[in-house]
């Protein structure tokens, strides 16, 4: 069977099946995942159609997470506008240099603590010590490499990355001259603004290792997990500090681009025929230039939705449906069909984009890892388990962007 005769076939089973979901809101990753499924070659299709329920149902897991794993809020977004106007060119594509280059690292003395480099004299190749530091401490040196610095900060301080308090030991830092069980507190301003396509980068990894070791549990974890993250990826929102309009006083735009026009067009107006995955040979890249399309969008998501929303009548911009016996307040149908069509069908456009995307790069990673054989049977969920991540379940509170 062609693979367009399977995407006709398997485009009409999930509109029916998604008819009567009540997560609504996870509608979006859930299609698009599913629908990345027919785009794969002959060699792999079958091993995810035999999967399919897996791949669609838990490519919402990441944000499941984001409220309970610390550290997986900032995997879905960056905010790019925040390092400046060229930042898809300028910022380190290496997150240990970035986080390096962005945060300040302190050392905690008994009472106090002391700044460790002279934040004024980041470079690209060494570390300036603070005079506090020369001067409290015999450190022989006056600068640190930065390779060494940032490969300590990939090693060993990522492993204990905290978003709210990070601080680690530095005894396997090898600064001569502090004493060992020296603690060092990084302020980490970097992470806070989000690390999606680092973060995509490393989920690839895992994944092509994932198929390496023919871990068929893995691979549909992983596949379904990457999934969610180029899907929001492909979403201008996510690289933007103004992510829900708060900025602007256009709070719930978010949902409406994301949510809204998926849910009442997609099942009879959206076009899912996206044609085949291709190879991507430099993945890294590919998730940049992701991003840095999704950005380019980020003005005509809110400007278009600013206009009309200054000559749309304002009684007959949001109306009032039930969901999950919920009276909730939802932007009405005419007036998201005029948004869409505004933005000239962009929802529509990424969706497929991201459609196509995760379909080449689940064959990437495929092929990468030699391409190896995989069984066909449909694997017991049961046995597919949880990644380390999702196993840190925190008990304290964990504190997300508030914008769906």
């Given at each position: ?331 009405c149908e005419t007036y998201t069909r005029l948004y869409n069509e505004m933005l000239d069908q962009q929802v529509e456009r990424r969706m497929q984009a991201s459609i196509l995307a995760i379909g080449s790069i689940w064959t990437s990673a495929w092929v990468d890892a030699g391409q190896p054989i995989l069984e066909t049977n449909q694997i017991d969920e049961e046995s597919i388990v949880q990644s380390q991540d999702s196993l840190h379940v925190q008990k304290r509170e964990i504190k997300v962007r508030d914008h769906e």
């Open positions: 069977m062609n693979r367009r005769l399977l995407l006709i076939i398997g485009t009409s089973l999930l509109l029916f099946s998604f008819a009567t979901v009540d997560d609504w809101g996870f509608y979006g990753h859930k299609l698009i995942n599913r629908m990345a499924v027919y785009t794969c070659p002959e060699d792999l299709i079958e091993f995810y159609k035999r999967n399919i329920s897996y791949i669609s149902d838990h490519a919402v897991d990441p944000d499941k997470r984001r409220y309970a794993v610390n550290g997986e809020a900032i995997k879905h977004y960056i905010d790019l506008d925040n390092w400046g106007k060229d930042a898809i060119n300028t910022l380190d594509r290496d997150l240990f240099k970035a986080i390096t280059f962005h945060s300040n690292f302190y050392v905690i003395d008994e009472k106090d603590t002391v700044l460790l480099f002279d934040t004024l004299h980041y470079a690209q190749n060494e570390l300036v010590f603070t005079n506090e530091i020369l001067s409290k401490y015999l450190i022989l040196k006056s600068q640190f490499q930065t390779k060494e610095f940032s490969n300590w900060m990939k090693n060993y301080a990522w492993r204990e990355h905290d978003p709210l308090q990070w601080i680690v030991v530095m005894d396997s830092l090898k600064i001569s001259g502090l004493p060992n069980g020296t603690r060092l507190w990084i302020q980490d301003l970097f992470t806070t603004h989000g690390i999606l396509p680092y973060n995509l980068d490393f989920a690839y990894r895992r994944l092509v290792n994932a198929f390496r070791a023919k871990d068929h549990s893995m691979i549909l974890k992983l596949s379904a997990d990457i999934g969610h993250y180029i899907g929001d990826a492909h979403v201008p929102l996510h690289t933007t500090k103004n992510y829900n309009g708060q900025l602007t006083n256009q709070n719930g735009i978010h949902a409406f681009w994301e949510s809204r026009i998926p849910e009442l067009l997609a099942e009879k107006e959206f076009d899912f025929l996206v044609g085949a995955a291709e190879y991507i040979p430099n993945t890294n890249d590919y998730f940049w230039k992701i991003i840095g399309q999704s950005h380019a969008y980020v003005d005509s998501v809110l400007s278009i939705e600013k206009r009309i929303s200054e000559i749309y009548p304002k009684d007959e911009q949001y109306c009032f449906e039930t969901r999950l016996g919920v009276l909730t307040k939802l932007p």
